[in-house]
């Protein structure tokens, strides 16, 4: 009960300042890993440390491609770094799974709400169709017909539209904890 307290302060005060100063401070997300590790070493021993450790080298790796593409902020690494700190590698990869969800209807809203969502989806589309060309050739020639032309070019990993994902990956926790870690929604 103790690391779901821990876990949830810490993620709430993260998604916090996110929001508002649209940064992580370190203070909260290391004080968080090293709650994280104390609380395994007394609670699980060398064994219970040996998860904790676990679970922090799989926030960091989980988020680490997107954060070298630009997509996400450090501090949303080490945050879930500290989410896999203290609850484990399964707290970490649930949390992110059910946060990723969260972080698209996030964004879905926030480009609706500046009237780019259409045009960032259609951007999302001809790259995707882009994509199937090299698998399947010939295919995005006769697809590529049925798309309208793009108003304008976005970037889709910047359509000019960003958001604190901490708090996506809050919502991530609290849905991974109120399923009880698992796939199934009750």
């Given at each position: 009960?103790?690391?779901?307290?821990?876990?949830?302060?810490?993620?709430?005060?993260?998604?916090?300042?996110?929001?508002?100063?649209?940064?992580?401070?370190?203070?909260?997300?290391?004080?968080g890993i090293f709650l994280g590790l104390a609380l395994a070493?007394?609670?699980?021993?060398?064994?219970?440390?040996?998860?904790?450790?676990?679970?922090?080298?799989?926030?960091?790796?989980?988020?680490?491609?997107?954060?070298?593409?630009?997509?996400?902020?450090?501090?949303?690494?080490?945050?879930?770094?500290?989410?896999?700190?203290?609850?484990?590698?399964?707290?970490?990869?649930?949390?992110?799974?059910?946060?990723?969800?969260?972080?698209?209807?996030?964004?879905?809203?926030?480009?609706?709400?500046?009237?780019?969502?259409?045009?960032?989806?259609r951007a999302i589309l001809v790259g995707f169709l882009g994509?199937?060309?090299?698998?399947?050739?010939?295919?995005?020639?006769?697809?590529?017909?049925?798309?309208?032309?793009?108003?304008?070019?976005?970037?889709?990993?910047?359509?000019?539209?960003?958001?604190?994902?901490?708090?996506?990956?809050?919502?991530?926790?609290?849905?991974?904890?109120?399923?009880?870690?698992?796939?199934?929604?009750?």
């Amino acid at each position: 009960m103790l690391r779901l307290v821990i876990a949830v302060v810490v993620t709430g005060l993260a998604a916090w300042h996110d929001w508002k100063e649209r940064r992580v401070p370190n203070r909260v997300s290391i004080t968080g890993i090293f709650l994280g590790l104390a609380l395994a070493l007394v609670s699980g021993g060398l064994g219970g440390l040996g998860q904790s450790v676990l679970g922090f080298l799989a926030g960091t790796a989980i988020l680490f491609v997107p954060f070298a593409l630009g997509w996400v902020g450090a501090g949303d690494v080490k945050l879930l770094a500290a989410i896999g700190a203290i609850m484990g590698p399964k707290g970490a990869a649930y949390s992110i799974l059910y946060g990723a969800v969260a972080g698209g209807i996030i964004s879905a809203v926030a480009l609706a709400r500046r009237r780019r969502l259409g045009v960032t989806l259609r951007a999302i589309l001809v790259g995707f169709l882009g994509f199937l060309s090299y698998i399947i050739p010939g295919l995005v020639g006769r697809t590529v017909r049925v798309v309208r032309p793009l108003e304008e070019a976005v970037p889709v990993p910047h359509s000019g539209v960003a958001i604190p994902y901490s708090a996506a990956i809050g919502i991530g926790l609290v849905i991974a904890i109120a399923t009880r870690f698992s796939l199934a929604f009750m």
